[in-house]
């Protein structure tokens, strides 16, 4: 008896020290201790030759050595759970992954995108029309006649199959087009890619991003015109940037005004971005004229507007100081990549 006692505290210490590092070794430990021919069972069948007055004591033991057999198979096969893959090909499936490369947002979308969300919190809404528009929306509406000399302005790539299409030449066709489908009131903001006949260079390109407002309803006055965009430029460019009105003259506006901010490059003591006048120009603006009211059975008497139309590249330029306008269109990764992570 004492024997088969010493023999089983030497099982023990087999046991304990007993690894299985895949699911097939804890299996080959289950059926060598556990299983029908197993070592358990095999000691388990002893009990026969023990004498009675000591089987109660052997029975304690034996049932603590199945106990604890069961226990060391529940632990291998509990540490080896889920790590099947790790047979095989080594490969380790804790490792970190390659890292995925994400596109980035273009400057011009982040800018247009920034100065959408300052214009909605003011209650515009946003209003999209046709890149190829017509004669009538892009200038006739727009209070520019076929023999308007301020057509000139604005060189023109008209469509070969039929010359009333055009590529629109700025975000104002996209006035016409609202005017014509809302009644006022109206308080819209219009980004937009425009086209004009230009040479490439690095100041001019033949087609950049405009963003237009429009607002028309009883009462509007140029100092709610004014009063916006002061709201607009301090929301973009921070408190400490300076604004100017200069006159000026569009076809669609009476009075009209050009509106420059201090140059955010040299702070205003002159720089190539501000031609050394410390100011740069980034918006065309004014009182809507009666007649492009009229134009679209609005009356003039009973209702005013402003509107205004400004360049995304220009905003762009002075936020990121980005000195070349080809930049934009060039779709090199080493200028695109320094804008990860802007939203
Ligand atoms: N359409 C003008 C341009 O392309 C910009 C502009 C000026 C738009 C005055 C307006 C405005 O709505 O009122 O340069």
């Not at 009990?47 to 057999?69: A, C, I, W, Y």
């Not at 190829?132 to 023999?147: K, R, S, T, Y």
């Not at 679209?296 to 000195?323: C, H, P, W």
């Amino acid at each position: 008896m004492e024997q088969l006692l010493q023999q089983i505290e030497s099982y023990r210490a087999e046991i304990s020290a007993a690894k299985a590092d895949t699911t097939t070794a804890v299996e080959e430990f289950r059926i060598k201790y556990l299983g029908t021919k197993g070592l358990v069972k095999n000691i388990m069948g002893e009990m026969r030759n023990v004498p009675n007055e000591r089987k109660k004591e052997f029975g304690q033991v034996l049932n603590d050595f199945k106990l604890f057999v069961e226990e060391k198979y529940e632990s291998l096969k509990a540490a080896t759970a889920g790590s099947e893959n790790n047979e095989g090909d080594g490969t380790d499936w804790s490792l970190p992954g390659d890292p995925i490369t994400v596109g980035t947002r273009h400057p011009l979308n982040i800018v247009r995108n920034q100065i959408v969300s300052i214009f909605k919190r003011l209650g515009f809404a946003v209003a999209e029309g046709p890149e190829i528009e017509d004669d009538w929306h892009n200038f006739g509406a727009m209070n520019l006649p076929e023999d308007h000399p301020a057509r000139d302005m604005q060189d023109t790539f008209y469509i070969n199959q039929n010359p009333s299409w055009l590529l629109r030449t700025h975000t104002s066709s996209v006035q016409a087009r609202v005017m014509e489908t809302q009644k006022p009131p109206i308080r819209v903001i219009c980004p937009g890619r425009v086209y004009r006949n230009e040479t490439i260079s690095a100041r001019a390109h033949c087609f950049f991003h405009q963003v237009e407002g429009l607002y028309i309803d009883e009462n509007v006055s140029f100092a709610d015109l004014k009063q916006t965009l002061y709201f607009f430029v301090q929301e973009m460019f921070g408190n400490d940037v300076k604004v100017r009105f200069r006159p000026s003259y569009f076809p669609f506006t009476e009075p009209s005004a050009e509106m420059d901010i201090s140059c955010l490059i040299c702070k205003g003591d002159g720089c190539n971005i501000c031609k050394h006048t410390g100011w740069v120009e980034i918006l065309g603006s004014g009182m809507v004229h009666p007649n492009v009211l009229e134009n679209f059975g609005i009356d003039s008497n009973k209702y005013t507007g402003f509107a205004f139309g400004m360049g995304v590249e220009r905003i762009t330029q002075l936020k990121y100081q980005v000195n070349d306008l080809r930049l934009y269109s060039q779709n090199d990764l080493r200028f695109l990549k320094q804008f990860t992570g802007v939203i």
